[in-house]
């Protein structure tokens, strides 16, 4: 199946500090989504972007999907930016619906 | 986005007794999945619930052990049977379909389930 590697698995930033998190796949995907998994375990959605630029406040994500990868920046973190960031993906080839979860980005902001 | 209501939110249960939960979206939607988070780990698919059908499980998970009812479009269940200390995870409902956003995927806000 296809895999999905999400880096770094940790990581620890000061209030107002900048990140890059970034996810590649090994195959080609229709569908690629970034959520952020709150301390009380409620995934929230990010972006819904198998390809191109997007922009929501603070975040923002691009995917290259002929290079196989995307980005997820946050800007300016807040201590509620805290929690695991995870990237899924739809392989081309797979069943509408259907995604694969990378291992998840761990993101403490400190005040 | 989509509305999913997941009960219960938690629950602790004794090993070898079962527990069903529950898994209602606002509006109709095409396609509704189960995923299992165990702790620490990311989210692995446990089965697509079909409408009206038998759920077709992903590899290493049974209907013995989990199975799932979908008798209309908004609404799945989620039986985790015969449970064990190892069935300690959340799980989440997901929706895909939803028409204001039909190629996006939704969640519940899980299940977190702990057994004794």
């Known amino acids: 199946g296809i895999q999905v590697e999400q880096s770094p698995p940790d990581l620890i930033l000061q209030e107002g500090a900048n990140s890059t998190l970034r996810c590649n796949f090994s195959?080609?995907?229709?569908?690629l989504q970034w959520f952020h998994q709150n301390p009380w375990g409620q995934l929230i959605n990010l972006f819904y972007?198998?390809?191109g630029t997007k922009q929501n406040g603070r975040l923002s994500a691009t995917t290259v999907a002929t290079e196989r990868y995307s980005l997820l920046y946050i800007s300016s973190s807040q201590t509620t930016d805290s929690g695991v960031y995870f990237c899924?993906?739809?392989?081309?080839?797979?069943?509408?619906?259907?995604?694969?979860f990378g291992a998840g980005t761990q993101v403490v902001v400190t005040p | 986005s989509a509305v999913i209501s997941q009960k219960p939110s938690r629950d602790i249960c004794q090993r070898g007794t079962s527990l069903t939960i529950q898994c209602q979206v606002d509006?109709?939607?095409?396609?509704m999945f189960w995923y299992r988070q165990q702790p620490g780990q990311s989210l692995t698919l446990i089965a697509t619930?079909?409408?009206?059908?038998?759920?077709?499980?992903e590899s290493g998970f049974v209907i013995d052990k989990f199975p799932i009812s979908r008798p209309n479009l908004t609404f799945s269940t989620l039986t985790v049977s015969n449970m064990s200390p190892e069935d300690s995870s959340i799980y989440l409902c997901?929706?895909?379909?939803?028409?204001?956003?039909?190629?996006?995927?939704?969640f519940g806000q899980g299940t977190r389930l702990t057994v004794v």
């Open positions: 619930a079909n409408q009206g059908s038998e759920a077709t499980y």
């Open positions: 972007i198998p390809s």
């Open positions: 509006s109709q939607v095409t396609m």
């Open positions: 195959d080609s995907v229709n569908n």
């Open positions: 899924a993906v739809r392989m081309t080839t797979d069943s509408w619906g259907k995604l694969q």
């Open positions: 997901s929706v895909v379909g939803w028409e204001g956003a039909p190629l996006e995927a939704f």
